[in-house]
Nanobody
């Protein structure tokens, strides 16, 4: 059983930066494909970014592309989401998700599908004020 714990959220101003962390225990971290999702108040959860087990492949939602960077340190069992140029519309609870058995289509298009991911963290709140 993989346990994911997010940290690094907070309240910031428009244009500021934050770095979220997702620490994993209980499994082989370097075998996990990981993603960050977010849920804004009153909205459905949406995909933000994903990274393959090696870190060699990354994906981003159009809304965060060019501002967010996903990365991972397999030696530290931790993934990160560096968020720059934050906007009020980035306000959400950010959750880390992981899968040890990605489907055949993960690398082609389903990296953004919630059903791909078996393990989920509790989330960390990010609030961006104008």
């Amino acid at each position: 059983q993989v346990l994911l714990v997010e940290s690094g959220g907070g309240s910031v101003q428009t244009g500021d930066s934050l770095r979220l962390s997702c620490a994993a225990t209980g499994g082989a971290f370097n075998g996990l494909n990981l993603a960050w999702f977010r849920r804004a108040p009153g909205k459905e959860r949406e995909f933000a970014s994903a990274i393959s087990w090696s870190g060699g492949t990354t994906y981003y939602a159009d809304s965060v592309k060019g501002r967010f960077t996903i990365s991972r340190d397999n030696a530290k069992n931790t993934a990160y989401l560096q968020m720059n140029s934050l906007k009020p519309e980035d306000t959400a609870v950010y959750s880390c998700a992981a899968t040890s058995q990605p489907s055949r289509t993960w690398y082609s298009h389903s990296w953004s599908f919630e059903e791909e991911y078996t393990y989920w963290g509790q989330g960390t709140q990010v609030t961006v004020s104008s």
